[in-house]
C-alpha cells in the first residue's frame, strides 16, 4: 500500500482528496503547515507527497528541498495556483516530479498520482539493475565505465569533486552515484541548481538568512549547507554564481562553518561538496569570470562526462530504457525502434544528450501506432537532419559513409545555423541547444570562418 503525504493549508481539500486517495488503497495523511509537513515526513517513509506551493509559514519550493535531503526517492507534486511556466521549470529542475494547477481537478490528481507511483515501481522492477550496481550511469561504452571507475574511487573520500560535461549527460546522476558509494550515503544528498537561483535571492539560498534580514524575510530559514549537514551537498552549475556569493562559498568551504543572512553566529557544518558545469571553468577563470581560488577548493578530483553522440553504444541502450519508462507513463506497448529509426538515432547529434533523447523518445512513444518507432513518429529537426545527411528515397542502413559523416554534417550544420541566425552566434547556439562557449569551441575545431 503506497503512502501518500498532502501539505496544503486548506483543510477542506486535504480532507476530500485524504477520503478519495483512501477509497482508492492508498494510506494518507494530511498536514496543513510547512512544519508540521516536515514533522510528519521525518516519522515516516512517503511514496509521494502532494504540497501546495504557498502555505502560511513556507513555500513549496523550500519544502521540496528540505524533503529531497531527507528522502530522495519521494516523489513530491507541487500544487500551485499559479500557472507559470518558469517556476514550473524551477520546481522540476530542482527534484518535483510534476505539478498540477488549481482549480484542481480530482480525476487529473487520481491519474497523475497513479501513473507516478507505476512508472516508480516499475522503473524499481524491471531495472533494479540499475539502482544496484549503477547501470544507468554507466551504459556499455568504455568512457562512461571509465567515469564509474574513477567515481568509485573517489567516493569513500572526502575530496571535494568538480563534474563538467554539456547539459543533459548526467552530471547529477553521477554525483548522487558518489554520494550512494560514499560513507555519507545515510546522511542527507542536497542539489541546487545554481542557474535557477535568482541572484538576489542566491545568498539566502545557499547560506539561509534570519527574519527581518531583508524585504521579505517573514522567517528564519536554513541555507543548504545547513540542510546538506553531514551528507552531500550538489551545486550544479556553480559558474552561474556571483563574484559577492563566490567570495562567500570560498570562505564557508575553508572554514567549514556558515551564518545566515543578517546573523552574527557560525554554525559549524560538516558538508562534503560536488560542483558541476558545463561551462570550461578553467576558461571561466582566464576571463576573470570565476575564482581561481575557489576552482581550485572545489577540483580536487574532477570527472569529465563525455556527450552520448561520443557513446555509440550506449545510444539504443537508454533508447530502449526510455520507451519502457514511456510505456509505463503513457499506457502504451511499443517494443523497439525499427531500423531505419535506430540508423537516424546513431547519427544524430544529440546536443540536448540524455534528456533531450529521453524527450524524443518519449514523443515517438505516443506518436507510434503500432509496436514499432518509426521515422514518422520523429521530431522534424531530426527528420531533416537524416535528411541532409543522405536522400530520403535511399536512406541506406549499412551505408558506413553514413557512420563517417556526421563530424562533417555538424560542421555544415553549425555554419547553415548560423546564416539562419544572421550570424548571431547567441540566437544560433539557442537554435542548435548547445551554449554559446560550446558554439565557439566548435567553430574552432573545424575552422569555419565567414
Request: aromatic share 8%; hydrophobic share 40%.
Amino acid at each position: 500500500m503506497s503512502k501518500i503525504l498532502i501539505i496544503d493549508d486548506d483543510t477542506f481539500i486535504c480532507e476530500i482528496l485524504k477520503k478519495q486517495l483512501i477509497s482508492k488503497g492508498y494510506e494518507v495523511e494530511t498536514a496543513f503547515s510547512g512544519k508540521t509537513g516536515m514533522l510528519a515526513i521525518r516519522n515516516t517513509t512517503f511514496d509521494l507527497v502532494l504540497c501546495d506551493y504557498r502555505l502560511p509559514d513556507t513555500n513549496g519550493l523550500e519544502l521540496l528541498q528540505k524533503i529531497k535531503a531527507i528522502s530522495t526517492d519521494t516523489i513530491v507534486v507541487i500544487i500551485t495556483a499559479y500557472a507559470d511556466v518558469r517556476q514550473a521549470v524551477k520546481l522540476m529542475k530542482m527534484g518535483a516530479e510534476d505539478y498540477i494547477t488549481k482549480p484542481l481537478q480530482q480525476e487529473e490528481i487520481f491519474s497523475l498520482i497513479k501513473n507516478k507511483l507505476k512508472t516508480r515501481d516499475e522503473f524499481e522492477q524491471v531495472n533494479d539493475q540499475f539502482y544496484s550496481n549503477g547501470e544507468f550511469v554507466i551504459g556499455e561504452s568504455s568512457a562512461m565505465r571509465s567515469v564509474v571507475n574513477l567515481a568509485r574511487r573517489v567516493a569513500p573520500t572526502n575530496m571535494a569533486v568538480l563534474i563538467q560535461g554539456e547539459t543533459g549527460t548526467g552530471k547529477e546522476y553521477v554525483a548522487r552515484f558518489i554520494h550512494q558509494h560514499s560513507k555519507r550515503h545515510d546522511k542527507p544528498f542536497v542539489a541546487v541548481d545554481c542557474g535557477a537561483i535568482p541572484k538576489d535571492l542566491a545568498n539566502s539560498e545557499l547560506f539561509g538568512h534570519v527574519k527581518g534580514s531583508f524585504t521579505g524575510a517573514i522567517q528564519d530559514k536554513e541555507g543548504v549547507f545547513q540542510q546538506a549537514n553531514g551528507g552531500t551537498l550538489f551545486l550544479d552549475e556553480i559558474g552561474n554564481l556571483s563574484y559577492e556569493i563566490q567570495v562567500r562559498l570560498l570562505r564557508v568551504l575553508q572554514e567549514k562553518q556558515v551564518s545566515r543572512l543578517g546573523e552574527n553566529k557560525f554554525k559549524k557544518v560538516d558538508v562534503r561538496v560536488i560542483t558541476a558545469s558545463n561551462d570550461d571553468l578553467i576558461e571561466e577563470v582566464e576571463l576573470d569570470k570565476f575564482r581561481e581560488d575557489l576552482y581550485h577548493r572545489v577540483n580536487e578530483f574532477k570527472i569529465s562526462l563525455p556527450p552520448i553522440r561520443e557513446r555509440q553504444e550506449d545510444i539504443m541502450l537508454f533508447a530502449n530504457y526510455f520507451i519502457r519508462m514511456a510505456n509505463s507513463e503513457l499506457g502504451q506497448r511499443v517494443q523497439k525502434l525499427n531500423e531505419e529509426t535506430k540508423e537516424i538515432f546513431k547519427q544524430y547529434q544529440w546536443h540536448g544528450n540524455l534528456r533531450e533523447l529521453k524527450n524524443v523518445v518519449k514523443r515517438a512513444v505516443l506518436m507510434s501506432v503500432g509496436n514499432e518507432i518509426t521515422r514518422e513518429c520523429l521530431p522534424v529537426e531530426i527528420i531533416q537532419q537524416a535528411s541532409s545527411l543522405v536522400g530520403s528515397n535511399d536512406f541506406d542502413i549499412g551505408n558506413s559513409k553514413l557512420k563517417d559523416a556526421s563530424s562533417e554534417f555538424e560542421k555544415q550544420l553549425i555554419v547553415r545555423t548560423i546564416r539562419e541566425a544572421g550570424f548571431n552566434k547567441s540566437k544560433a547556439a539557442r537554435l542548435l541547444k548547445i551554449d554559446r562557449k560550446t558554439l565557439y569551441n566548435k567553430i574552432k575545431q573545424y575552422g569555419i570562418e565567414f
